[in-house]
C-alpha cells in the first residue's frame, strides 16, 4: 500500500523560507516521477513542481527560480525548499507520485493531476505580509 506523507509547512512571513518534506513508503520509489502540487481556498489546485526519477525537474512558472524540489532515493523522501515566499504561496501543498507512462521521459511530461497516482493528505503552508 503506498503511502505519502508530507510535513514541514507552517506560517512564515513574506520573504521566507519552509522546506517540505514528504516520506513515502510501499513502493519502488527509484521509478516513479514525483511532484508537488498546491491549493489555495477557493481555488482549483495548481501544479508547482515535478522531479523524475533520475532528478531532473520541473516548475510553474509562479515558483521558477524560488522553489526548488529535491529527493533523497535512499530514504525514499521528496522535497521541496521554498524560498522568498510571498502570500500568494499560501495554500495546502500535496505531494504526489506517479508510475512512468511509456515515451514520456522528464519532468516536464507530468504536471497535470491524473498523472500522478497517489497523494498525500498535504500541509498548510500560510506566508503574511
Known amino acids: 500500500q503506498v503511502h505519502l506523507m508530507e510535513s514541514g509547512g507552517g506560517s512564515v512571513q513574506s520573504g521566507g523560507s519552509l522546506r517540505l518534506s514528504c516520506a513515502a513508503s510501499g513502493y519502488t520509489y527509484y521509478r516513479h516521477y514525483r511532484g508537488w502540487f498546491r491549493q489555495a481556498p477557493g481555488k482549483e489546485r495548481e501544479w508547482v513542481a515535478s522531479?523524475?526519477?533520475?532528478?531532473?525537474?520541473g516548475y510553474g512558472d509562479l515558483v521558477k527560480g524560488r522553489f526548488t524540489a529535491s529527493q533523497d532515493n535512499a530514504n525514499n523522501t521528496l522535497y521541496l525548499q521554498m524560498n522568498k515566499l510571498k502570500p500568494e504561496d499560501t495554500a495546502m501543498y500535496y505531494c504526489a507520485v506517479g508510475l512512468p507512462r511509456p515515451g514520456y521521459y522528464g519532468a516536464t511530461y507530468y504536471l497535470r493531476e491524473e498523472d500522478f497516482d497517489y497523494w498525500g493528505q498535504g500541509t498548510q503552508v500560510t506566508v503574511s505580509s
Open positions: 522531479i523524475s526519477p533520475h532528478g531532473d525537474t
